[in-house]
């Protein structure tokens, strides 16, 4: 696919020929990798989730939006709205780039109510004219009628000394009566971390420091931070770029992960936690961002995929999706996620099973399709293998399996459909340790995203099987297991 130059990349909607909007949503609407239940462009190119809140009795969530195709360009802030984190609309786009601070996109940042208004901290892009990067920590407001005002000047107007212009994605919340903000930065070391600033108003920010961290030298760059409290503890999430793969771990190009420790001290900037952790196990996980809901629960949304790869889609002039919101929760200082309890709301035809299966692979008849809510309990297990097939036909299936003897959890897409980049591999494994397994998996057109005993481990993936693969099987290998499933179509 031919790629764009960089002044195609860099153009506003305005600056488009009359007719090519028109005629790439044309294109992307035939795409046969369209999802049915998953947030997703309506061409072009969704990153990063941003501004992530609940304000004037919805929710609202934007995300990163370049709308003239499947590469990283132009950015604008595009929102969506849902009263029940399930069912969401389309508002419009929501931040326009084009200011002298943020005229070559408006890049992520988070949102904070404030007096009656959802205020949104973004990091405004620009480049001079040798294309060096300058970065600026820019303010909008939205009212209840969904109208957002820029402001006239950025809120953070430098990058402070020691850290290069990779300096971006504000995160902000309210602590007593100040606010804060975790920004993603590199040291002029390059090396990755986040630093904190404080204000009593959002719009005077005071440079309180760096984080510190045991992590002095992890990664390159750290992108999206997220910091929250819960249950006696601080979390910090953030997506690290530029980590060296050990075995099972950081599998990907780029990861997502958190620390897990006390609560973050904001004068001395010492934040005690433990070792690093990956939020995901599967391939396309990154840039996540987190809200409080109004009775309290921390969800969280990420973008379901990755930056410098190249997805079967980008022929149809569109990529990527948002992943499902998912329930956070604290456990034996691990991160557990949950698919939110609103998502029953999709549910629709339902179908149950109760099965033994030995030695052989099963398929119903009854049990398959493209579009799907599936809860499987494995139990019995006196197998060396047992897991579930799906989107499967004759020469395709995606496979979530456990290796008994091994005790670990293999998600394979290697026969999944068209292929993706090499550079993220078809196979991804964890350390897992049950008796039981509860898989708990939400499949749609091109995805799927993989819930172990209630959230213990999660996978998620981009897949592009043909429409005709709709087969679910379940299998047991040298042995035998007990197969309890109910499915919901959607």
């Known amino acids: ?39 997703q462009p309506q061409s072009g190119l969704l990153n990063d989730p941003n501004g992530f809140s609940y304000y004037n009795g919805a ?19 595009f929102h969506t709205i849902s009263k029940d984190l399930a069912h969401w609309e389309e508002v419009g786009i929501a931040i326009k780039p084009g200011g002298p601070y943020d005229s070559h996109g408006a890049y992520s940042g988070s949102g904070i109510v404030k007096d009656n208004k959802l205020y949104l901290m973004y990091t405004g892009n620009t480049r001079d004219h040798s294309w060096v990067r300058h970065p600026f920590q820019c303010m909008a407001e939205m009212d209840q009628h969904h109208s957002i005002t820029k402001f006239n000047q950025p809120v953070i107007s430098h990058v402070p000394s020691g850290y290069t212009d990779h300096f971006r994605d504000p995160k902000v919340w309210k602590s007593n009566e100040d606010y804060f903000c975790v920004i993603g930065a590199q040291r002029d070391n390059k090396t990755g971390c986040v630093v904190l600033y404080q204000s009593k108003d959002l719009l005077q920010w005071v440079f309180k420091g760096e984080i510190l961290t045991d992590l002095n030298k992890f990664g390159y760059m750290w992108e999206c931070p997220d910091y929250f409290e819960m249950d006696e503890h601080g979390i910090l999430l953030f997506s690290p770029q530029g980590i060296e793969q050990e075995k099972e771990k950081y599998n990907n190009i780029y990861q997502s992960g958190y620390l897990v420790g006390k609560p973050l001290d904001v004068t001395s900037r010492i934040f005690e936690h433990q070792p690093f952790k990956e939020l995901d196990k599967g391939f396309d996980f990154y840039a996540q961002q987190t809200t409080e809901t109004p009775d309290g629960r921390r969800i969280l949304v990420g973008w379901m995929g990755l930056p410098d790869l190249e997805y079967p889609t980008d022929k149809e002039g569109w990529a990527h999706c948002l992943t499902l919101p998912r329930q956070i929760s604290i456990k034996d200082e691990k991160l557990i996620q949950r698919p939110v309890s609103e998502l029953t709301l999709l549910r629709k035809k339902e179908k149950n099973i109760n099965i033994n299966v030995h030695n052989e692979t099963k398929k119903l008849g009854d049990f398959h399709g493209t579009a799907y809510e599936l809860i499987c309990d494995i139990e019995d297990i006196k197998a060396e293998r047992v897991g579930v097939e799906f989107r499967a036909s004759n020469n395709e ?27 993220n591999g ?18 749609d057109v091109s995805s799927v995203e993989i819930f172990i005993n209630d959230g213990e481990e999660v996978f998620t993936s981009r897949i592009f ?26």
């Not at 929710?59 to 802030?77: D, I, N, R, T, V």
């Not at 196979?427 to 499949?443: D, E, G, P, Y």
């Not at 005709?468 to 499915?487: D, E, L, N, P, Y």
């Open 426 to 443: 078809n196979i991804r494994r964890c350390s897992f340790n049950a008796q039981t397994l509860k898989i708990h998996m939400f499949v």
């Open 465 to 490: 099987p043909n429409e005709s693969s709709q087969a679910i099987r379940f299998f047991a290998q040298k042995g035998s297991a007990t197969f309890k499933a109910v499915k919901w179509d959607y």
């Open 397 to 423: 299936k995606t496979v979530l399996s456990y290796d008994f003897i091994n005790r670990e959890l293999v998600l394979d897409r290697s026969l999944s459909g068209l292929p993706l980049g090499n550079k």
């Open 59 to 77: 929710y609202h969530l934007f995300y990163q939006w370049f709308p003239f195709g499947p590469e990283h360009g132009m950015k604008y802030w």
């Open 1 to 39: 696919m031919k790629k764009m130059t960089r002044e195609e990349k860099y153009r506003y909607i305005e600056q488009a020929p009359p007719g090519e909007l028109e005629r790439l949503r044309e294109k992307v609407s035939k795409s046969p990798w369209r999802q049915k239940y998953h947030i």
